[in-house]
């Protein structure tokens, strides 16, 4: 059964999935997630998905841990042989330890998902070379998925609905993970490269929202002269 590795704040604490193992990093006796964050990405990921998930808790009482922490639980998940690692979150520096986690990781055939930030500076472990760059995106639904191809990010994902819990590039990640996870399941012995294929021609939107629009205004300027 396909392996789907969550490093987040932990549990929910009720679920309907299959649990394979749950670690804490944070140093506290509990993998109950405390701040929701993880009980939104986790509910997204495993949501109607035939899989195992491993959850890593590396946030406690806020969303700030040592990139040591994340390494520590890449570097568990990849013990745990999983197929799958989502990272809703970014760092803002380059840090040789997590780095190198995530080098391993790959080196072991484990597709990395990292939230990226649609406009700005680069993070990390998501601008790292090899890692599916995952962002929210405002024109996707539920199970629907864009092929950004930008500069920051590659896929855009439902981004959750603000005021009624997270929301945003962490949420889209995890809904980009749920695509790829479902497509795993469909398709076990394909690698990460024709697994990205497949998600660009199942795509219901190409390239970013600020690009549809000058778009829309060139043809809007065009039909204004005709």
Same mark, same amino acid.
Not at 46 to 57: G, H, K, P
Not at 135 to 152: F, M, P, V, Y
Not at 165 to 176: D, T, W
């Given at each position: 059964m396909l392996k789907v590795g969550i490093i987040d704040s932990g549990l929910p604490t009720s679920y309907g999935f299959s649990l394979l193992a749950a670690r804490d990093f944070t140093g506290a006796s509990s993998t109950t997630d405390q701040l929701g964050h993880g009980t939104a990405v986790t509910n997204i990921?495993? !949501?109607?998905?035939?899989? @195992?998930?491993?959850?890593?808790?590396?946030?406690?009482?806020?969303?700030?841990?040592?990139?040591?922490?994340?390494?520590?639980?890449?570097q568990w998940l990849i013990s745990m042989k999983v197929d799958i690692i989502n990272m809703s979150f970014g760092l803002r520096n380059d840090r040789s330890v997590l780095r190198d986690a995530c080098e391993q990781a790959l080196a072991s055939n484990i597709i990395l998902v990292a939230a990226a930030p649609s406009q700005g500076e680069p993070v990390y472990p998501s601008n790292y070379g090899g890692i599916i760059r &995952?962002?929210?995106? &405002?024109?996707?639904?539920?199970?629907?998925?864009?092929?950004?191809?930008?500069?920051?990010?590659?896929? *855009?994902?439902?981004? *959750?609905?603000?005021?009624?819990?997270?929301? *945003?590039?962490?949420? *889209?990640? &995890?809904?980009?993970?749920?695509?790829?996870?479902?497509?795993?399941?469909?398709?076990?012995? @394909? !690698?990460?490269?024709a697994l990205m294929e497949t998600l660009i021609q199942q795509s219901s939107y190409q390239g970013t929202q600020r690009k549809n629009l000058a778009r829309y205004l060139l043809w809007k300027i065009k039909s204004i002269q005709k």
């Open positions: 990921i495993s !949501n109607n998905l035939s899989a @195992d998930i491993v959850s890593a808790r590396v946030f406690y009482d806020k969303l700030v841990c040592t990139p040591s922490q994340i390494a520590d639980a890449i &995952a962002t929210g995106d &405002a024109r996707c639904k539920q199970g629907e998925i864009s092929w950004l191809n930008s500069q920051q990010t590659d896929f *855009g994902g439902y981004s *959750g609905t603000p005021h009624f819990g997270p929301a *945003g590039a962490s949420i *889209g990640c &995890a809904s980009v993970t749920a695509c790829i996870s479902q497509l795993k399941v469909q398709h076990p012995h @394909d !690698n990460q490269h």
